[in-house]
């Protein structure tokens, strides 16, 4: 795991992991006051986010209210984490790190998140969560199953040969290495061969065997995680109602009329006045709008 954490500093991890409860007489007055932000519900969550955003805009960074603020943040969300893990369950040996690795997405995206934009934060938080997972998975995996020890065994090899290389001034042999780590030459052979094992354009071999799938069979990478049809109606439903909430009243209006009580563009153009023909102008630079939006969130 520690390749995976190298550009996130021990700091922001025990932020994520780690609450910063306020120091006495330096809680704000304009926050309400939470003793467990980890307990917070999902929908509570939600509707306090907002306020937390509003006054980390406020304040000075590196300040204890700021930390506070932040790390309240990061807590009270970390169901969204949980929430986009658990479509990777049938990795279970592996979802601690899935957990942690979606947790750094979650700290960027709360680092990230504009609130002028007026895009709910889980509509713009999940596609970061998922994005560390994925790359996670690309950094991480192994192209066939290869025991622990050969896997250290490889890391030991790519130090001890960044390390001779430096020092000879070219690529060391099998039997420096071995005098270097203090192996025999056999067991330096059975780590490189190991490290055939690790690729990570693996992940783009298709489900049958073939490389670069185009038009054929998924890759790996596509069926990685078995994405639940549940999870991700919720996750379009909550980019949708973000990007509703950026129409105007009246094109909101319109997409209720149609979808919400099924009327016909006629009968929209009976409530609004206009003709079906200018409904039906209407609606189809909505959708378009809409759609535009959704693919921008993928």
């Not at 040969?161 to 025999?184: F, I, M, N, W, Y």
Request: charged share 25%; glycine share 6%; hydrophobic share 40%.
């Amino acid at each position: 795991m520690n390749a995976v954490f190298e550009d996130v500093s021990d700091r922001e991890l025990q932020r994520a992991c780690d609450g910063l409860s306020p120091r006495a007489g330096e809680t704000s007055t304009t926050l309400p006051p939470i003793e467990d932000a980890r307990s917070v519900a999902p929908h509570d969550a939600k509707a306090l986010s907002p306020l937390f955003f509003d006054r980390l805009g406020e304040l000075e960074e590196g300040t204890p209210e700021y930390q506070y603020t932040r790390n309240t943040l990061i807590e009270m969300n970390l169901s969204l984490v949980r929430y986009v893990a658990s479509r990777y369950r049938s990795h279970g040996d592996q979802l601690e790190d899935i957990v942690q690795v979606g947790t750094i997405g979650l700290i960027k995206a709360i680092d990230r998140f504009d609130r002028s934009r007026r895009t709910e934060f889980a509509a713009f938080a999940i596609p970061h969560i998922l994005g560390e997972i994925k790359r996670f998975f690309r950094d991480t995996s192994w192209a066939v199953h290869v025991p622990r020890r050969l896997q250290e065994l490889r890391a030991d090899l790519t130090r001890a040969t960044e390390e001779l290389s430096t020092l000879l001034d070219r690529e060391p042999t099998v039997k420096e290495l071995a005098g270097h780590l203090q192996l025999t030459e056999e067991e330096i052979i059975e780590g490189i061969t190991a490290s055939n094992g690790y690729s990570a354009i693996s992940l783009n071999v298709s489900c049958d065997g073939d490389a670069a799938p185009e038009g054929g069979g998924p890759s790996f990478a596509d069926v990685l995680a078995a994405a639940d049809p549940a999870t991700e109606y919720v996750e379009d439903r909550c980019t949708l109602t973000a990007l509703l909430k950026l129409l105007s009243d009246r094109d909101r209006l319109i997409i209720q009329l149609r979808f919400g009580q099924e009327m016909t563009q006629a009968q929209i153009g009976a409530v609004l006045g206009v003709s079906q023909m200018h409904v039906s102008r209407l609606l189809a630079r909505i959708i378009k709008q809409l759609r535009k939006g959704m693919l921008g969130q993928k």
